[in-house]
């Protein structure tokens, strides 16, 4: 049932199909994609993000396309001129990235076990939740996704930060879809807004925490005076698929719940 040769442009519908068993359906992916790893050395690789080889694409003879976002819409648009049938999600949500699991299963013909794997997302979430509300204080947090400009996070990024423990500072931006609508017009906006964390996910590169101390009127800002500096690497948190919401999670957890410890001592 469904297709039988799927083309993932980015990395959340790949390591979706491997969650579900059905990666045999795969005849490429993104080059982006680690996650799982061993679908870097099954599938060939046949695009970037804003980017496709679209004559290697042809040659896979898909019958189904995926890909995310309105960034990919002239990949789309191509793919659909050669009569290839393309789904391209934009979901921005926690609860959106629930939903195109469950969405993606059913397209396969996987419907009822993409229902459970939905359901043991929903249940890490849950958990999440339940030991935020212990903590005896929540950090405010700044997620930047790049530097230069400097980038506030996306929603499910701030959405999975207030499940574990944290409150973004930037709570108006993370509604904008687009990266654009989410560039800090002012740097010192985040000295103003004091934030205790600071996590960092520059997509593509390596986030350094040194570069953002030094920034110019920083210096006083809470997170950086006492080196709440930290690194969510992107391929976990920026993909709005199954590893932002178990690995990408867990991380955030993790640095949220180790500085409210630091805080009660």
């Not at 519908?13 to 359906?25: D, I, K, M, S």
């Not at 964390?197 to 006492?226: H, M, N, T, Y």
């Not at 969510?232 to 932002?244: D, E, F, M, R």
Request: glycine share 8%.
């Amino acid at each position: 049932m469904g297709p039988q040769r799927i083309v993932c442009l980015t990395e959340e519908p790949t390591e979706t199909l491997y969650l579900l068993g059905e990666q045999h359906r795969i005849v490429g992916i993104s080059g982006f994609t680690v996650r799982p790893a061993i679908a870097r050395k099954e599938k060939p690789k046949v695009s970037a993000f804003t980017s496709a080889k679209i004559g290697e694409i042809l040659k896979l003879r898909p019958d189904f396309v995926v890909g995310f976002s309105d960034i990919q819409a002239e990949i789309a648009s191509e793919l659909i001129k050669h009569g290839i049938e393309v789904w391209i999600s934009n979901h921005r949500s926690v609860e959106g990235i629930l939903d195109y699991v469950r969405r993606l299963g059913a397209l396969v013909g996987a419907g009822d076990r993409a229902a459970q794997l939905a359901a043991e997302l929903e249940e890490r979430i849950r958990a999440a939740r339940e030991r935020a509300a212990n903590l005896p204080r929540r950090p405010r947090v700044y997620f930047e996704e790049w530097d230069t400009p400097q980038i506030t996070g996306i929603r499910w990024v701030s959405e999975l930060v207030g499940i574990a423990g944290g409150d973004d500072v930037f709570p108006e931006h993370a509604a904008m879809s687009l990266a654009r609508d989410r560039i800090l017009a002012d740097p010192l906006e985040v000295v103003r807004r004091a934030p205790d964390l600071i996590l960092g996910s520059w997509c593509g590169k390596k986030f350094r925490p040194e570069q953002v101390a030094a920034r110019p009127g920083w210096q006083d800002v809470p997170a950086v005076r006492d080196g709440e500096l930290h690194e969510i690497k992107s391929p976990i948190i920026l993909q709005p698929g199954p590893a932002a919401l178990t690995a990408g999670l867990d991380a955030l957890s993790e640095i949220v719940e180790a500085w409210a410890a630091r805080r009660a001592r």
